[in-house]
């Protein structure tokens, strides 16, 4: 199996810079950006599978980068992470396409294991960092 | 003889006026004529009887037939219907997206034109500030009506979407309580408990997003019955054949009889007018019936309401399974 590349979107620096070390460690090719215009830019140049996404963001927001997401690269699976899960934001974030809906704080070796899936989805509906 | 037999059974109208009738008539007469009258009278009032009671047993299979004519042609309808309904949302949805987009991109230039008259009130000018103070405020509102639009747009597209699932080995029983771990910190600040009976579920392949829509929106229904708090009971049980049952209970008000057969049709809603679309659960029953499953609900007078999911051990069909990716979550 290939190398499963994540994109993690948060405006907090310190929480990406962390998760980059953490996941990287776990085996995955790891990106970070700041926020959704960020993210969104990122995409264009690199192949990216998940999406690890936070829904509470200054400016563009998780909910508006996650439609845009979906918009322009279909099959990238996105999962929502938020500090403060509301279920209007859950409905909506689920309605819009994304893969899951994570709260924090989250535990290691849950969120690889939903970053796994994502990338199995992803593969099964024909996308692949490959492309 | 399955059924009744081939004499009086099946054939219904017919049967009545088989040949066998006149013989038994004329075996009756024949009797009487040769036998006294006694054993004639007897087999003439047994042929009788026969007669009524095979006349009675075809109306009953005819009426059992146009029951069941009925029933079929009711679904056929109604799922005609459902993709009716579907076309015609997604195609008033995208005709009206445009110009919402259009409506959005003026508002958001009338707010760049009115910098000039910002600079005047920073400059002091009093008329600037109150014409100012108006003109954002008829903005603000511009956008946010704006925004209630195209959240209706988007759930009718949503539901007028062909649900195209994307299977993979699932563990039920954690996907629904991440939905209950969401759902429970607005519930515990309303005075709702939500009781955790989850049972041991065998691996099903299902899609995960959409089932995780699909509990949520159940959730959050229940959740909304119970304004004044009350108990959400979220159960989970193997069924037959390797089918599974997800079960979400409330101890609410319940579903008036009146209006159980309509909770699934899209924009049915009892909600305030700007509370809810009523397309939550008519889109609902389209993903569990994409998934190869099946949506019902239940109420008792004052004990309720209860929606059922039951699921296939693997979703969907292989056709739809293939279109999956062009499908899949195009955002709208």
Same mark, same amino acid.
């Given at each position: 199996?290939?190398?499963?590349?994540?994109?993690?979107?948060?405006?907090?620096?310190d929480?990406?810079?962390?998760?980059?070390?953490?996941?990287?460690?776990?085996?995955?090719?790891?990106?970070?950006?700041?926020?959704?215009?960020?993210?969104l830019?990122?995409?264009?140049g690199?192949?990216?599978?998940?999406?690890?996404?936070?829904?509470?963001?200054?400016?563009?927001?998780?909910?508006?980068?996650?439609?845009?997401?979906?918009?322009?690269?279909?099959?990238?699976?996105?999962?929502?992470?938020t500090g403060?899960?509301?279920?209007?934001?859950?409905?909506?974030?689920?309605?819009?396409?994304?893969y899951d809906?994570?709260l924090?704080?989250?535990?290691?070796?849950?969120?690889?294991?939903?970053?796994q899936?994502?990338y199995?989805?992803?593969?099964?509906?024909?996308?692949?960092?490959?492309? | =003889?399955?059924?009744?037999?081939?004499?009086?059974?099946?054939s219904g *109208?017919?049967a009545?006026?088989s040949?066998?009738?006149?013989?038994?008539?004329?075996?009756?007469?024949?009797?009487?004529?040769?036998?006294g009258?006694?054993?004639?009278?007897?087999?003439?009032?047994?042929?009788?009887?026969?007669?009524?009671?095979a006349?009675?047993?075809?109306?009953g299979?005819?009426?059992?037939?146009?029951?069941?004519?009925?029933?079929? $042609?009711?679904?056929?309808?109604?799922?005609?219907?459902?993709?009716?309904?579907?076309?015609?949302?997604?195609g008033i949805?995208h005709?009206?997206?445009?110009?919402?987009g259009?409506?959005?991109?003026?508002?958001?230039?009338?707010g760049?034109?009115?910098?000039?008259?910002?600079?005047?009130q920073r400059?002091?000018?009093?008329?600037?500030?109150a014409?100012?103070?108006?003109?954002?405020?008829g903005i603000?509102?511009?956008?946010?009506?704006?925004?209630?639009?195209?959240?209706?747009?988007?759930? =009718?597209?949503n539901?007028?979407?062909?649900?195209?699932?994307?299977?993979q080995? $699932?563990?039920?029983?954690?996907l629904?309580?991440?939905?209950?771990?969401?759902?429970?910190?607005?519930?515990?600040?309303q005075?709702?408990?939500?009781?955790? =009976?989850?049972?041991?579920?065998?691996?099903?392949?299902?899609?995960?997003?959409?089932?995780?829509?699909?509990?949520?929106?159940?959730?959050?229904?229940?959740?909304?019955?119970?304004?004044?708090?009350? @108990?959400i009971?979220?159960?989970?049980?193997?069924?037959?054949?390797?089918?599974?049952?997800?079960?979400?209970?409330?101890t609410?008000?319940?579903?008036?009889?009146?209006?159980?057969?309509?909770?699934?049709?899209?924009?049915?809603?009892?909600?305030?007018?700007? @509370?809810?679309?009523g397309?939550?659960?008519?889109?609902?029953?389209?993903?569990?019936?994409?998934?190869?499953?099946?949506l019902?609900?239940?109420?008792l007078?004052?004990?309720?309401?209860?929606f059922?999911?039951?699921l *296939?051990?693997?979703?969907?069909?292989?056709?739809?399974?293939?279109?999956?990716a062009?499908?899949?979550?195009?955002?709208?």
């Amino acid at each position: 199996m290939s190398e499963i590349k994540v994109l993690v979107v948060d405006d907090e620096s310190d929480f990406v810079e962390l998760f980059i070390k953490r996941f990287t460690r776990r085996g995955f090719s790891v990106l970070g950006a700041g926020g959704g215009a960020e993210a969104l830019t990122l995409l264009k140049g690199v192949a990216v599978d998940v999406v690890v996404l936070d829904v509470k963001m200054p400016g563009m927001d998780g909910l508006e980068t996650l439609k845009e997401i979906k918009k322009r690269h279909p099959t990238v699976q996105v999962i929502l992470l938020t500090g403060h899960g509301s279920v209007k934001s859950g409905i909506e974030g689920m309605s819009y396409g994304a893969y899951d809906y994570v709260l924090k704080p989250f535990s290691l070796d849950d969120l690889v294991e939903r970053i796994q899936s994502a990338y199995h989805r992803r593969a099964l509906v024909g996308g692949g960092s490959g492309a | =003889m399955p059924d009744g037999g081939g004499l009086l059974g099946p054939s219904g *109208p017919l049967a009545a006026r088989s040949p066998v009738w006149p013989l038994l008539l004329g075996l009756a007469a024949l009797a009487a004529a040769t036998a006294g009258p006694w054993p004639g009278l007897i087999l003439a009032l047994a042929a009788g009887f026969v007669l009524w009671w095979a006349s009675r047993r075809s109306a009953g299979a005819l009426r059992r037939a146009r029951e069941e004519s009925c029933e079929l $042609s009711e679904q056929l309808i109604q799922s005609q219907k459902m993709a009716a309904l579907g076309e015609l949302a997604a195609g008033i949805a995208h005709e009206i997206n445009n110009p919402l987009g259009i409506i959005t991109q003026e508002a958001e230039l009338l707010g760049l034109a009115l910098e000039p008259v910002e600079a005047a009130q920073r400059d002091g000018s009093p008329l600037a500030a109150a014409f100012l103070a108006e003109l954002r405020d008829g903005i603000g509102e511009i956008m946010r009506q704006v925004n209630r639009c195209s959240d209706i747009t988007h759930k =009718m597209l949503n539901f007028a979407r062909k649900v195209a699932p994307v299977c993979q080995p $699932s563990d039920v029983n954690r996907l629904v309580e991440d939905m209950v771990a969401l759902v429970e910190r607005e519930a515990t600040k309303q005075d709702t408990r939500i009781v955790r =009976m989850y049972g041991e579920l065998p691996r099903v392949t299902t899609d995960p997003p959409l089932l995780r829509q699909v509990v949520l929106n159940l959730l959050n229904n229940a959740m909304q019955a119970l304004e004044r708090g009350g @108990m959400i009971f979220v159960t989970t049980r193997a069924a037959e054949d390797g089918q599974i049952a997800i079960e979400v209970r409330d101890t609410g008000p319940g579903i008036p009889a009146a209006h159980l057969d309509k909770i699934f049709n899209p924009f049915f809603t009892t909600k305030a007018p700007g @509370m809810g679309t009523g397309l939550g659960l008519a889109i609902s029953q389209r993903i569990v019936v994409g998934l190869g499953g099946t949506l019902t609900a239940q109420s008792l007078p004052d004990a309720g309401a209860a929606f059922v999911i039951r699921l *296939p051990a693997t979703c969907g069909g292989e056709g739809e399974r293939r279109h999956g990716a062009a499908d899949q979550g195009t955002g709208h």
